[in-house]
Structure formats: structure tokens, C-alpha cells
């Protein structure tokens, strides 16, 4: 479905930041696939360069395709045709993606119109079928963004994403603002509508706990790259790069008596891509660092059965 | 011991457009901060828990019930509202928005100081107030900006700036929320850290119930302005009594290796402040009156009809006519 080469996203500014630094991917129709990281990760470079949506101060390098296209050579009118109707996007803040002087209705309505999806008269019964799916009364489509609560919307966000019936959808922190419980609403959701309809789900986040309960696979992102890579709840459970192990620290789960009272972290500070240290970027706050680490840059090497890590205490009994 | 108590509180704030129409934002809360304790007040957006914390600020002055610090209920005149909030010092959630952009760390932290006539050895209060926030060697810092700072080290400066006047009490409204994953931790074993060196007490709220397991002694579920169930937080976590709080609990995700729990996943919004629902305020959401529980027990029209009396402050207490 979806399949990432060697993608590169550079920004030029005052000098070039690369952001993300080499990252392949695969996805199946039907699979779920998350992606961690902190801000500054490249997490959110990487979803955007997917349907090219970056500013043109960013430079995209690699092989992006999708469903055997691909997606970085194409023109710009095949561009339009893709977004939405083979792929869409869930962005994080809802109220800042909803146009705040368009009715509801009307929002879903345009992308259906503009990609033609279901003939024109047929657009009111659609909208109301969306909007059921995502468990809202077909009467919201009167309302205004704001007459919404912050779920609401982030349901309509989701309604918009299904409008054209894509093979693949990305939700970038589409839940992280919510409440727990509505997040377990927004979640549900998700995963119920892509596992219904055979949709590709890239989820990215910060919260390695709410992936691993939501995706087949995890993929951990530091400092452009990615770092581990595996089955979610293998990848949280039995982490094997330090990066992932404090990452997978940081959320606790409640009842695991090791993080009672018993806050971890990571010393230190997410590094600047623009100035990123020398070999291993994870090295200045690592606590299983050795010499070899700061000269040293390792790339994802087999660390068990279908799992990959960037660390060189790997690769020694895995080769 | 009670250092900071709420008795009774309630808030309310009138409704725009409807004629004496009230939104009771804390609707009767009784809640005790005990001194040295880390006390977690966690409930979905909307459920008063940064009303009850401004509350206890005295932010804003509640129309029900009192305040009370050191067994003295709070005065609400600017000489006593003051003296108070040397010893009660709030820190917010988005430190980048609680900093001026234009002062030095050093004058962010020394704000304080020089508001409470603090002048006597002001750089010496101000290190020594960086360093305990682990911002060490303090002078380093004193003339940096925010910018300059990462998230993590800005949220230090924050705690550092209620840490100069040396308080009592420290309320922190959502500390971790916008940091990034690998800093809350660090921030949170800074608040632990400040507890066991210099037993600060601290009332933290958050909607982040693996806050609380990571660092506070109690925890108090609040819903629609009412605290529902209060505890050890080992307790009502593990064994949380209440529905609202089992529902809560059973979407965290999974301990790895864990026995996958069945999500109770509530439909719909927590409903309006403005228009509380009566009877058991979380009737209309209760898993156990949608499965038939509570009316084989013969307590659903209980349920739809009789208040529940307000929790006291220190114990362990559930507001549920199931749970008797």
C-alpha cells in the first residue's frame, strides 16, 4: 500500500536542517502502523512529505510510493487527485483545520464535490452517512466548528479523512489534545473504520503506550531516523534501543508497581537537527553509551525475529 | 494534620444568554491537603478540577463554603490574599506562555522576591531557588531568555520562580501536559524530590491518571464539579469502586504483558456544567445503569433521583449508591 525509500526532508533556511534523515517504510492495506517520537523527531516532516504537503523550503529526497505510484514524482494535478481520495490526513488541532465560518456539512461536502466521488445529488445522503459513522446526528451538519466540543470535531476531522473513501489515512496526534475518554472514543473509531474497510492506518504520536495498544507495528523515531522498529506491543514491552526503553518509561502504566512513585526520565534535551552531535545522535543522553558511540553512527540492524534497532549494543548476538 | 483544606466549595459563574441561569463549575467539594503530601486531583476538561485549584488560590472567591490554610479560613482582602500566596504558589502548564519573553530567567525568578519585599540578598534567594529546580550551576542561567531555554528547562524556571518565596504549598495545573515525553519525567521526580527534601506539599491536577501513579500519595476523580471517588492512589486506581472511575481506568492502555482489560468506553460528552443532571450526576453515562447492574440491585431509581452526599476531604470515599 504504502512503501518509503530513503526519504529525506531537508529544510533551507538559515542553513539546511535535515529533519529527517533516511527512513523506509512499509505499510499493507489493512495494517496499522505507528510512529513515536518527541517533537523535533522528524515524526510530523515525515507525514507531511508522504503526500507532499511541505513548503517548498523543504527538500524531499527518496521514494515515497503509494499503491506502486509514486508520489514524489508526480504532477501536480495527479497530486490533487491522490490527496483525500487515495490518502488523507488527521491533523492534531482540529479547530485550527475546520474553516470557523463554514458550516460542517458544507466542509465535508467539498471534498466530495471537488473529487467526485458521489454524484451531486447524492452529496446530503453521504454527509449524513459520514457523520453517523462517526457517531454524530445528521442535524450537525448545521453546526458551526465552534458550537462543536474538541471531540466533536476531531470526529468531523476523521468524517473528512473517510469522505472519499481512501486507501490510506495518517492521523498525526489526532488524539493527543483529547481526554482519556474521548480519546478511547477517537481510538476506537479509528481502528474499527480502517480494520472495516481495509484502510492503512499511519498513526503518529508521542505516546509510545497509546500505539502500542492501537498498531500492529511501531516504528520509534530520534533525531530524523528510525531507531526501532517491530511489533507494537513487543517494541513497548521488551524495548531494545535505550531510546525506546525511556520513551516506553516515560508513560506509565498504571499498576506496574516499578513506576510507583517512581517518575523516569531522560536527562538532557531532544538535540537540535540542526546541530546534531556526532556519531550515535542519542549518545549525549544515553546511559548505556560507550566510547565507540560518539564517533560511531549505527544504522536499524536485525536485533530478533521481525525487529530492527539502531544501537551498537545490538547487531553482537543478532549480527 | 490539614495544611490547605476545601470545605464545601462551591463556584459558580453565571450563563450568558440564559436568565439566571448558573453553571456550577465546583458544586460542593470537601478536599484536604495534608503537609508533605503530593495530593493528584484528575477529572476530564470541564469537570471543575482548575476552578476547584483557582478556588483554592484564591484566584477567585467561591459563593459556597471555605478555604482554609493552617486552620485559618482565607480572607479575601489584598493584604491577606497576599501573605497567603507566599506560602501557596501556583505553577502553570504551558511555561513558555508563563514566561515574559523580554525578562531574564533571573528576573522571571525574582518577580516574587521583589513583589513580597523580599530585597535582601536577592541573587543569592534567586540561585539558590534555580539550583533546587535543577537548574544547576544557577548562575549559568541568570541571564538567559526564554528562547534560549529548552521546554524542560523553561518549566524548571517556572517552578523556580514559586520555589524563591519558599512555600508551603505548591499548585501545579497540568505541570507535564506540554512537555515533551522524555522531560515529564524529570520535571515529575523534581516535584517528588521536592517533597522529600523540603516536604513541600503539592495539589497537582491533571487529567493524566499515570501522573498520578508516578507521583502522588492521594488522588481525587472529579466529575461535573463534584469530587466522585478519593483515595490512596494505589486503591482507587487498582480498585477503583467508582463507574465513572472504572471507566477511566480501563481505557489506560495495558502494562505490557498484562491480561488486556475490557475498555468501558462511556458515549458522549461529559454533559454541560450549566445544566447538571440530577440525581446522580453521572447517571445518564453509567455503565452500570446501561447493563441493568443497578437496577437488579434496585438502586436505579436512586440512582435517577437522589443526590449523593459530598465526600469528605481525607478519607477514602466513593459517591455511588451502588457502593455503600
Given at each position: 500500500?504504502?512503501s518509503?525509500?530513503?526519504?529525506?526532508?531537508?529544510?533551507?533556511?538559515?542553513?539546511?536542517?535535515?529533519?529527517?534523515?533516511?527512513?523506509?517504510?512499509?505499510?499493507?492495506?489493512?495494517?496499522?502502523?505507528?510512529?513515536?517520537?518527541?517533537?523535533?523527531?522528524?515524526?510530523?516532516?515525515?507525514?507531511?512529505?508522504?503526500?507532499?504537503?511541505?513548503?517548498?523550503?523543504?527538500?524531499?529526497?527518496?521514494?515515497?510510493?503509494?499503491?506502486?505510484?509514486?508520489?514524489l514524482?508526480?504532477?501536480?494535478?495527479?497530486?490533487?487527485?491522490?490527496?483525500?481520495?487515495?490518502?488523507?490526513?488527521?491533523?492534531?488541532?482540529?479547530?485550527?483545520?475546520?474553516?470557523?465560518?463554514?458550516?460542517?456539512?458544507?466542509?465535508?461536502?467539498?471534498?466530495?464535490?471537488?473529487?467526485?466521488?458521489?454524484?451531486p445529488?447524492?452529496?446530503?445522503?453521504?454527509?449524513?452517512?459520514?457523520?453517523a459513522?462517526?457517531?454524530?446526528?445528521?442535524?450537525?451538519?448545521?453546526?458551526?466548528?465552534?458550537?462543536?466540543?474538541?471531540?466533536?470535531?476531531?470526529?468531523?476531522?476523521?468524517?473528512?479523512?473517510?469522505?472519499?473513501?481512501?486507501?490510506?489515512?495518517?492521523?498525526?496526534?489526532?488524539?493527543?489534545?483529547?481526554?482519556?475518554?474521548?480519546?478511547?472514543q477517537?481510538?476506537?473509531?479509528?481502528?474499527?473504520?480502517?480494520?472495516?474497510?481495509?484502510?492503512?492506518?499511519?498513526?503518529?504520536?508521542?505516546?509510545?503506550s497509546?500505539?502500542?495498544?492501537?498498531?500492529?507495528?511501531?516504528?520509534?523515531?530520534?533525531?530524523?531516523?528510525?531507531?526501532?522498529?517491530?511489533?507494537?506491543?513487543?517494541?513497548?514491552?521488551?524495548?531494545?534501543?535505550?531510546?525506546t526503553?525511556?520513551?516506553?518509561?516515560?508513560?506509565?502504566?498504571?499498576?506496574?508497581?516499578?513506576?510507583?512513585?517512581?517518575?523516569?526520565?531522560?536527562?538532557?534535551?531532544?538535540?537540535?537537527?540542526?546541530?546534531?552531535?556526532?556519531?550515535?545522535?542519542?549518545?549525549?543522553?544515553?546511559?548505556?553509551?560507550?566510547?565507540?558511540?560518539?564517533?560511531?553512527?549505527?544504522?536499524?540492524?536485525?536485533?530478533?525475529?521481525?525487529?530492527?534497532?539502531?544501537?551498537?549494543?545490538?547487531?553482537?548476538?543478532?549480527? | 494534620?490539614?495544611?490547605?483544606?476545601?470545605?464545601?466549595?462551591?463556584v459558580?459563574?453565571?450563563?450568558?444568554?440564559?436568565?439566571?441561569?448558573?453553571?456550577?463549575?465546583?458544586?460542593?467539594?470537601?478536599?484536604d491537603?495534608?503537609?508533605?503530601?503530593?495530593?493528584?486531583?484528575?477529572?476530564?476538561?470541564?469537570?471543575?478540577?482548575?476552578?476547584?485549584?483557582?478556588?483554592?488560590?484564591?484566584?477567585?472567591?467561591?459563593?459556597?463554603?471555605?478555604?482554609?490554610?493552617?486552620?485559618?479560613?482565607?480572607?479575601?482582602?489584598?493584604?491577606?490574599?497576599?501573605?497567603?500566596?507566599?506560602?501557596?504558589?501556583?505553577?502553570?502548564?504551558?511555561?513558555?506562555?508563563?514566561?515574559?519573553?523580554?525578562?531574564?530567567?533571573?528576573?522571571?525568578?525574582?518577580?516574587?522576591?521583589?513583589?513580597?519585599g523580599?530585597?535582601?540578598?536577592?541573587?543569592?534567594?534567586?540561585?539558590?531557588?534555580?539550583?533546587?529546580?535543577?537548574?544547576?550551576?544557577?548562575?549559568?542561567?541568570?541571564?538567559?531568555?526564554?528562547?534560549?531555554?529548552?521546554?524542560?528547562?523553561?518549566?524548571?524556571?517556572?517552578?523556580a520562580?514559586?520555589?524563591?518565596?519558599?512555600?508551603?504549598?505548591?499548585?501545579?495545573?497540568?505541570?507535564?501536559?506540554?512537555?515533551?515525553?522524555?522531560?515529564?519525567?524529570?520535571?515529575?521526580?523534581?516535584?517528588?524530590?521536592?517533597?522529600?527534601?523540603?516536604?513541600?506539599?503539592?495539589?497537582?491536577?491533571?487529567?493524566?491518571?499515570?501522573?498520578?501513579?508516578?507521583?502522588?500519595?492521594?488522588?481525587?476523580?472529579?466529575?461535573?464539579?463534584?469530587?466522585?471517588?478519593?483515595?490512596?492512589?494505589?486503591?482507587?486506581?487498582?480498585?477503583?469502586?467508582?463507574?465513572?472511575?472504572?471507566?477511566?481506568?480501563?481505557?489506560?492502555?495495558?502494562?505490557?504483558?498484562?491480561?488486556?482489560?475490557?475498555?468501558?468506553?462511556?458515549?458522549?460528552?461529559?454533559?454541560?456544567?450549566?445544566?447538571?443532571?440530577?440525581?446522580c450526576?453521572?447517571?445518564?453515562?453509567?455503565?452500570?445503569?446501561?447493563d441493568?447492574?443497578?437496577?437488579?440491585?434496585?438502586?436505579?431509581?436512586?440512582?435517577?433521583?437522589?443526590?449523593?452526599?459530598?465526600?469528605?476531604?481525607?478519607?477514602?470515599?466513593?459517591?455511588?449508591?451502588?457502593?455503600?
Open positions: 500500500m504504502l518509503v525509500r530513503d526519504l529525506r526532508v531537508t529544510y533551507h533556511g538559515h542553513g539546511a536542517v535535515p529533519a529527517v534523515r533516511g527512513v523506509d517504510l512499509e505499510v499493507a492495506g489493512g495494517q496499522r502502523l505507528g510512529i513515536a517520537g518527541e517533537s523535533g523527531c522528524g515524526k510530523s516532516s515525515l507525514a507531511m512529505a508522504l503526500l507532499r504537503l511541505l513548503p517548498r523550503s523543504a527538500e524531499v529526497s527518496g521514494e515515497v510510493r503509494l499503491d506502486g505510484e509514486d508520489v514524482g508526480m504532477s501536480f494535478g495527479r497530486l490533487r487527485a491522490v490527496r483525500w481520495a487515495a490518502a488523507s490526513i488527521v491533523f492534531q488541532g482540529a479547530m485550527h483545520s475546520l474553516n470557523p465560518v463554514h458550516r460542517i456539512g458544507r466542509q465535508i461536502t467539498e471534498p466530495l464535490l471537488l473529487h467526485r466521488t458521489v454524484p445529488d447524492q452529496v446530503q445522503t453521504r454527509v449524513e452517512e459520514l457523520l459513522q462517526v457517531g454524530l446526528p445528521a442535524w450537525r451538519a448545521n453546526s458551526f466548528p465552534h458550537e462543536l466540543s474538541g471531540g466533536q470535531r476531531q470526529r468531523v476531522m476523521i468524517a473528512m479523512a473517510l469522505a472519499c473513501e481512501p486507501n490510506l489515512v495518517i492521523a498525526d496526534e489526532a488524539t493527543t489534545a483529547l481526554d482519556v475518554m474521548i480519546q478511547a477517537v481510538l476506537e473509531l479509528i481502528t474499527r473504520l480502517a480494520r472495516d474497510r481495509g484502510i492503512a492506518l499511519v498513526m503518529i504520536s508521542h505516546d509510545l497509546v500505539l502500542s495498544s492501537t498498531c500492529d507495528r511501531v516504528a520509534v523515531m530520534y533525531a530524523g531516523r528510525v531507531v526501532e522498529e517491530g511489533p507494537a506491543h513487543e517494541v513497548f514491552a521488551t524495548p531494545r534501543h535505550p531510546y526503553a525511556a520513551l516506553a518509561g516515560a508513560f506509565p502504566t498504571v499498576g506496574d508497581e516499578a513506576s510507583r512513585l517512581r517518575p523516569r526520565g531522560l536527562g538532557g534535551d531532544p538535540p537540535d537537527p540542526a546541530h546534531l552531535p556526532p556519531g550515535c545522535p542519542f549518545q549525549p543522553r544515553c546511559d548505556q553509551a560507550v566510547e565507540q558511540c560518539g564517533s560511531t553512527d549505527v544504522a536499524l540492524r536485525a536485533a530478533a525475529a521481525d525487529r530492527r534497532a539502531a544501537c551498537v549494543h545490538i547487531g553482537g548476538e543478532a549480527g | 494534620m490539614t495544611l490547605l483544606s476545601a470545605q464545601g466549595v462551591g459558580h459563574f453565571p450563563v450568558r444568554g440564559r436568565r439566571g441561569g448558573t453553571a456550577r463549575a465546583v458544586d460542593g467539594v470537601d478536599l491537603l495534608a503537609p508533605g503530601e503530593i495530593l493528584a486531583l484528575a477529572g476530564e476538561s470541564g469537570c471543575g478540577k482548575t476552578t476547584l485549584a483557582r478556588a483554592m488560590l484564591g484566584l477567585v472567591r467561591p459563593n459556597a463554603g471555605t478555604i482554609s490554610y493552617d486552620g485559618d479560613p482565607l480572607r479575601y482582602d489584598a493584604a491577606s490574599l497576599k501573605r497567603y500566596r507566599r506560602q501557596v504558589q501556583l505553577v502553570l502548564q504551558d511555561p513558555t506562555g508563563a514566561l515574559n519573553p523580554r525578562h531574564t530567567v533571573y528576573e522571571a525568578v525574582a518577580e516574587g522576591l521583589r513583589i513580597h523580599h530585597t535582601d540578598d536577592e541573587p543569592g534567594r534567586v540561585a539558590q531557588a534555580l539550583s533546587r529546580a535543577g537548574l544547576r550551576p544557577p548562575e549559568r542561567f541568570f541571564l538567559r531568555y526564554p528562547h534560549e531555554l529548552s521546554g524542560g528547562q523553561r518549566q524548571r524556571v517556572v517552578i520562580g514559586a520555589l524563591a518565596l519558599d512555600p508551603k504549598v505548591i499548585i501545579a495545573d497540568e505541570p507535564v501536559a506540554s512537555l515533551d515525553a522524555s522531560v515529564r519525567g524529570e520535571i515529575l521526580a523534581l516535584l517528588l524530590r521536592l517533597r522529600d527534601e523540603f516536604g513541600l506539599s503539592a495539589l497537582v491536577v491533571t487529567h493524566d491518571l499515570g501522573l498520578a501513579w508516578n507521583i502522588a500519595d492521594r488522588l481525587a476523580i472529579m466529575y461535573l464539579g463534584r469530587v466522585v471517588e478519593v483515595g490512596p492512589v494505589a486503591e482507587v486506581l487498582r480498585e477503583p469502586r467508582h463507574p465513572y472511575t472504572q471507566a477511566l481506568v480501563s481505557v489506560l492502555p495495558n502494562a505490557p504483558g498484562d491480561e488486556p482489560r475490557q475498555p468501558i468506553v462511556l458515549s458522549g460528552e461529559p454533559p454541560d456544567v450549566s445544566r447538571i443532571p440530577g440525581g450526576r453521572f447517571h445518564p453515562r453509567c455503565p452500570k445503569i446501561a441493568g447492574t443497578a437496577e437488579a440491585a434496585g438502586l436505579a431509581g436512586a440512582c435517577r433521583t437522589e443526590d449523593l452526599p459530598v465526600l469528605g476531604g481525607a478519607d477514602s470515599a466513593v459517591a455511588c449508591h451502588l457502593v455503600r
